[in-house]
């Protein structure tokens, strides 16, 4: 049986030896770090080349992977190399950290889903690449709350000005004119059922990021 014992430390990482091998002892899963029978992975190691032949999963949750040296053989083309050491690791740490600080952030943002729709195109879109929130899905959703919210106020507002149950404007003793509420909900509905038809077109377009609530009177048509 063969001897194990501490080589290297890199930060949390360890490197130990098992016989003629080397065990890099890892609490973060490596993506990069696939076992492949063809154009293998090689792990840079100092000046020395391993070839990374095993993965385990260890007790205590931490990942296990298993290195060869490198075979010395003409046909053996690596299909990528890792240099591992302390800058791969800090680099790796910090790169994790800031994963978990985006997925607790997503998480606090889900709720709001239906607010971020009404926000600019490029906001969505940077909210969606850091922390993978739909911009289309949030804009289908924010295009149907206005309808909800907006239209139906609109529609009633228009009837009652159109049937003459209120004066577009009046005025008062003090020599004021007061305009009509209906009549500016009315304005509001009209401008809000453009927005939507505007918005939507985005969104029936395809766009990656659509429309947010009024953009397209402050931008060009994006083709």
């Not at 889903?113 to 969606?128: D, N």
Request: glycine share 6%.
């Amino acid at each position: 049986m063969s001897t194990t014992y501490c080589l290297l430390n890199f930060g949390q990482d360890r490197v130990t030896s098992r016989g003629e091998q080397l065990v890099v002892h890892s609490a973060t899963d490596m993506p990069d770090w696939q076992v492949q029978q063809n154009r293998r992975t090689a792990i840079i190691i100092g000046d020395q080349v391993w070839c990374l032949s095993g993965k385990e999963i260890s007790e205590t949750g931490g990942v296990r992977y298993i290195l060869d040296p490198w075979p010395e053989y003409v046909n053996q083309i690596p299909g990528r190399r890792i240099r591992y050491g302390a800058e791969y690791v800090e680099s790796r740490d910090k790169e994790e950290k800031m994963k978990k600080l985006r997925s607790r952030q997503a998480a606090f943002l889900q709720p709001f889903r239906m607010f971020i729709g009404f926000l600019p195109s490029a906001v969505k879109s940077t909210i969606e690449e850091r922390y993978g929130i739909s911009a289309r899905s949030s804009t289908s959703i924010s295009i149907w709350i206005e309808l909800a919210l907006f239209f139906p106020a609109g529609t009633l507002a228009t009837i009652f000005f159109f049937t003459g149950m209120h004066q577009v404007a009046e005025t008062n003793d003090l020599g004021t004119v007061s305009i009509d509420p209906h009549i500016i909900w009315m304005l509001i509905s009209i401008v809000l059922i453009v927005d939507v038809v505007v918005r939507y077109d985005s969104y029936w377009r395809d766009d990656r990021s659509p429309y947010g609530f009024a953009e397209w009177l402050f931008h060009r048509r994006r083709i």
